[in-house]
């Protein structure tokens, strides 16, 4: 069955330090994997895309089908980078998202 | 900003009662979305749209129903045989049809019961 998992709930790092959100996807498919970002008092929106190995904000994630993995790194967190994370799954069978749980991220002064 | 509108963003439902919540979009996209969010559980699909007069059920679509007689605009009815509406509900729009195409999301509405 097609699934995001986003294992942690809650993750708390120190300004400066690395930050790292897991994601890990079961997908029988080739998989298309976003990352999705929700500041408060903000809309969801994307942060970045699997396809466009790009970096925003600092932050990238790399696709390891190996692992079925897509996490989300950044090297220095910044205390701007306190939001919602989510991680989902491109379904070809319906051009729908799998979403998974979220993970709240807070960045400590 | 733009782009998808959602109203209102407050909405109380009181027992046996149906409550409408609306979606409008200016980004031209063909694809629309319903989503439920509840605390720890991600989005959940309720309905969607590709097209205009077409829509499809998610993932827990029962005791909801929606319309798409335009293309900006999706809105969603909550019945009275939704027996837990309260929950914040997003709407989302994208392209369409295109696996790398991003969603674009509105503010939300929060439903709560009287």
């Known amino acids: 069955a097609q699934r995001v998992t986003q294992p942690e709930k809650l993750l708390s790092v120190f300004k400066g330090a690395p930050v790292e959100l897991k994601c890990n996807y079961s997908y029988s498919g080739s998989p298309e994997l976003f990352w999705y970002v929700q500041y408060s008092r903000q809309r969801l929106q994307l942060l970045l895309r699997?396809?466009?190995?790009?970096s925003i904000k600092g932050f990238t994630a790399d696709l390891n089908k190996g692992e079925t993995s897509f996490h989300l790194k950044k090297p220095f967190a910044q205390e701007e980078d306190s939001a919602m994370y989510y991680c989902a799954l491109f379904m070809d069978s319906n051009y729908q998202l799998i979403w998974g749980a979220g993970t709240k991220l807070i960045i400590k002064p | 900003d733009g782009g998808i509108t959602q109203s209102p963003k407050y909405l109380f439902r009181k027992e046996g009662q149906n409550v409408t919540l609306s979606c409008e979009q200016n980004?031209?996209?063909?694809?629309m979305y319903w989503y439920r969010q509840d605390p720890g559980q991600g989005l959940r699909l309720i309905y969607y749209?590709?097209?205009?007069?077409?829509?499809q059920k998610g993932d827990i679509a029962e005791g909801y129903s929606v319309s798409r007689e335009k293309k900006e605009s999706f809105p969603l009815t909550v019945t009275s045989a939704q027996k837990n509406p309260t929950a914040f509900y997003l709407c989302?729009?994208?392209?369409?049809?295109?696996?790398?195409?991003?969603?674009?999301f509105g503010d939300g509405t929060r439903l709560s019961i009287l």
């Open positions: 989302a729009s994208s392209i369409g049809g295109r696996r790398n195409q991003p969603q674009h």
């Open positions: 749209s590709q097209i205009v007069n077409d829509f």
């Open positions: 980004l031209n996209h063909d694809a």
């Open positions: 699997h396809i466009s190995r790009e």
